[in-house]
């Protein structure tokens, strides 16, 4: 029988990879995205990262089953010549399948439930501590449950993010402005920008943007080479500044992360009154600026300024534990360099990412991102199944020969203290050459 198809080989799709000439292939079939790109709700950078690429796995993870009949008004009419699956790509596709035959992706249980009233719980007890006492040991009590309900908050966004946590689409955005914008200052918008392009690109060092922090870190010494980032679009210049602050990161890794919600609230603001397309700009807009109103109000209702910015530090600080974790769960895992490839996505999830360790009665603590790995191998999985999929995954990277990597916090926390060092005392090396050269 003859073959009608119409074929182009691997080399031949890498060539449509440019902003108007964007193609992708998703089980062999070629989908020309070129126009739809700018209309993914998932944003423009996962598909431009793995623009003229195979990309079944990544669109099988962000995707629920309802999305493949949109496909077919992007199909170009030529199949991929040379599509071939890997063994470990088909076991990973049979485990989504699998997953979403039980009914794992719609099945939430009431964690939602619980967490909406504990948030509330901690944000009232914060605001009656500020609100009606005079006692100064209440008030800094105050700040810190104010900055731990921050961070259950931020669960509930990242859930709301990756699936809906909410009966509709229209309740889940309400939600996500009210969890990231309201109640945090961090812009869901900006969260989604940076959070995507981070799943897609792993541990990429000039395409992940959970990576790129000079001048103040560097996880890498590849980092030297004053990297292009094709997320930020600019090179993120290694020079003299950069070489004196990584030179000394393994010491102020901490004390920068007790202050870094300052630069999420920097990075909102900027992305919010940036030129670039923003969905919902107003509505994020105006979330941001209820949280601009009711904090300052609540800091200013302490009795002096000694305890106001006792108060703020407090809660930062309290707050910086969860910034901790999600780096231990990036810092000390492999990197690389370049654009991700969309045929080999259960090996790049697995070897840019550290499981953190605990009892099933601290999940919550963690937000289910303990599981990592599970969570960006399944990142519309709802965390409470987490737990009851990380012995599949485990087994699954054993069979393949790949690494699983879970660390009790204490062991993640030396190994990103060990990864930064090591970038540290090379980056001393450039510096006091550069100083001896330069006087």
């Known amino acids: 029988m003859t073959d009608d198809k119409k074929y182009i080989t691997a ?17 062999g079939k070629c989908y020309n995205v070129t126009d739809w790109v700018k209309e993914h709700p998932g944003g423009d950078i996962p598909i431009r990262s793995l623009a003229g690429q195979e990309a079944t796995d990544a669109f099988i993870a ?40 039980a009914g794992m992706f719609e099945k939430k249980g009431h964690g939602v439930i619980y967490s909406l009233c504990f ?15 005079d006692n100064f040991l209440v008030h800094m009590l105050s700040g810190g449950i104010l900055g731990f309900s921050w961070m259950q908050i931020s669960y509930l966004g990242h859930d709301s993010g990756h699936y809906l946590i909410m009966t509709t689409r229209g309740f889940n955005k309400l ?26 690109a792993c541990n990429s060092l000039d395409h992940d943007p959970d990576l ?37 990161q393994h010491f102020t890794y901490y004390p920068i992360m007790c202050v870094a919600r300052v630069n999420l609230f920097v990075q909102t603001l900027l992305l919010l009154f940036s030129k670039r397309k923003v969905p919902d700009r107003a509505l994020n807009i105006l979330g941001v600026l209820v949280f601009w109103t009711w904090f300052p109000l609540l800091v200013s209702a302490l009795p002096n300024w000694t305890e106001r910015v006792l108060f703020v530090l407090i809660s930062f600080c309290v707050t910086s534990l969860q910034h901790i974790q999600f780096t ?25 990412t550290i499981d953190i360790a605990c009892f099933s009665w601290m999940d919550w603590f963690y937000g289910g991102l303990q599981f990592q790995l599970e969570h960006h191998l399944f990142p519309r999985l709802p965390r409470c199944h987490l737990r009851k999929v990380s012995p599949i995954v485990q087994d699954l990277c054993k069979k393949h020969n790949l ?37």
């Open 11 to 27: 080399e031949e799709l890498k060539k449509h990879n440019k902003q108007d000439d964007l193609w992708i292939s998703i089980q």
């Open 62 to 101: 962000f995707h629920p089953g309802s999305a493949w009949k949109y496909l077919d008004k992007f199909f170009t009419g030529y199949y991929l010549k040379d599509y071939e699956v890997s063994e470990v790509s088909k076991d990973y596709r049979k485990l989504c399948t699998d997953f979403a035959k």
């Open 119 to 133: 948030v509330t719980l901690l944000m009232s007890l914060s605001f009656c501590g500020v609100l009606l006492s």
């Open 175 to 200: 939600a996500q402005i009210l969890t990231g914008n309201c109640l945090t200052g961090i812009s869901i918008a900006w969260w989604k920008w940076t959070h995507n392009a981070h799943h897609v």
């Open 212 to 248: 790129q922090h000079l001048p103040v870190f560097a996880v890498s010494t590849k980092f030297f080479k004053s990297l292009n980032s094709s997320f930020y679009e600019r090179e993120l210049t290694f020079d003299s500044l950069a070489k004196f602050f990584v030179s000394y």
């Open 328 to 352: 231990l769960n990036h810092f000390a895992a492999d990197v690389y360099v370049g654009q991700p490839e969309g045929n080999d996505w259960f090996e790049k999830q697995t070897s840019g």
């Open 403 to 439: 690494p699983y990597r879970s660390l009790s916090f204490y062991e993640a926390n030396v190994w990103t203290i060990r990864t930064l060092k090591t970038a540290a005392m090379q980056a001393r090396g450039l510096l006091w050459e550069a100083v001896n050269t330069h006087g």
